[in-house]
């Protein structure tokens, strides 16, 4: 259980390591959108666009769903969330052990 | 309420310190030294063993309150005394290899020290790893 977990999180955390993919993720954080709606403010073309929500897709972070000639993508927010706890928690570990450091340095500080 | 993905896919925390570069790096370096301050809390670190080189392995023996010790580990990628520090990070019996880096900055006379903590730094190298780990470890996230 462990295991499938963690390879859940390295898929998020992996979709989330790319910029043009955090800024689709972003956009559909507002509402959801085409896929032409979503390949409009980048530079970069529609099949590019297309591989980046696939990376999306696999990694359970958005919905596809094809309306007519459309393509909605939809924002599937329990990734995000989980992501978002494992960040959190850690973010907890840390605060603790640069507390720790701070003490540590103050009461010896001619080491 | 939502997270968004904009910025924390990686941690980052600073501190002000009134120590050199060179005491702080020290105190993350040094057996004895890191021993004082990673167990104070809700737990303790029994034993820490630390080869500092690119590609040395560091192992932390982590003991909660109540329960087993878990194996924390990993390996330096990079070495630059006293101002960069980069290692994976490791809980034994779980697959995940995160990357953590350590900036340590004299500034007016104080030194910042900056942690950032990503997840998923390498692709090939988590999948690497992978193929190591066998055995399940139960209680490893509750310690965080």
């Known amino acids: 259980m462990v295991n499938k977990m963690?390879?859940?999180?390295?898929?998020?955390?992996?979709?989330?390591?790319?910029?043009?993919?955090?800024?689709?993720?972003?956009?559909?954080?507002?509402?959801?959108?085409?896929?032409?709606?979503?390949?409009?403010?980048?530079?970069?073309?529609?099949?590019?666009?297309?591989?980046?929500?696939?990376?999306?897709?696999r990694a359970g972070l958005i919905s596809r769903q094809r309306m007519g000639r459309r393509q909605v993508c939809r924002l599937k927010v329990e990734p995000m969330r989980r992501a978002s706890e494992w960040l959190?928690?850690?973010r907890a570990f840390w605060e603790a052990r640069l507390d720790a450091l701070e003490a540590h340095l103050r009461n010896s500080p001619r080491e | 309420m939502v997270a968004r993905p904009n910025p924390p896919f990686a941690l980052n925390l600073r501190r002000m310190l009134s120590a050199t570069p060179e005491r702080v790096f020290r105190a993350w370096t040094v057996p004895g030294e890191l021993q004082k301050w990673w167990g104070p809390g809700e737990f303790t670190a029994p034993q820490v063993e630390i080869d500092l080189r690119v590609g040395g392995k560091y192992r932390i023996?982590?003991?909660?309150?109540?329960?087993?010790?878990?194996?924390?580990?990993?390996?330096?990628?990079?070495?630059?005394?006293?101002?960069?520090?980069?290692?994976?990070?490791?809980?034994?019996?779980?697959?995940?290899v995160t990357l953590v880096t350590l900036e340590i900055l004299e500034h007016e006379g104080m030194t910042e020290l900056s942690v950032t903590h990503e997840r998923f730094p390498d692709q090939r190298q988590c999948e690497l790893h992978k193929e190591g780990w066998s055995a399940t470890l139960e209680k490893l996230p509750r310690v965080l």
């Open chain 1, 88 to 90: 959190e928690r850690y």
């Open chain 2, 61 to 96: 023996a982590m003991k909660p309150p109540q329960g087993d010790i878990v194996y924390l580990g990993g390996e330096y990628r990079e070495v630059e005394p006293p101002h960069r520090l980069v290692f994976t990070w490791q809980w034994e019996g779980d697959p995940a």
């Open chain 1, 6 to 57: 963690s390879s859940k999180l390295d898929a998020t955390f992996s979709a989330l390591a790319d910029p043009t993919r955090r800024a689709i993720l972003d956009r559909l954080g507002k509402r959801e959108c085409t896929v032409g709606e979503l390949a409009k403010p980048f530079p970069i073309s529609l099949p590019a666009i297309s591989k980046h929500l696939s990376v999306l897709e």
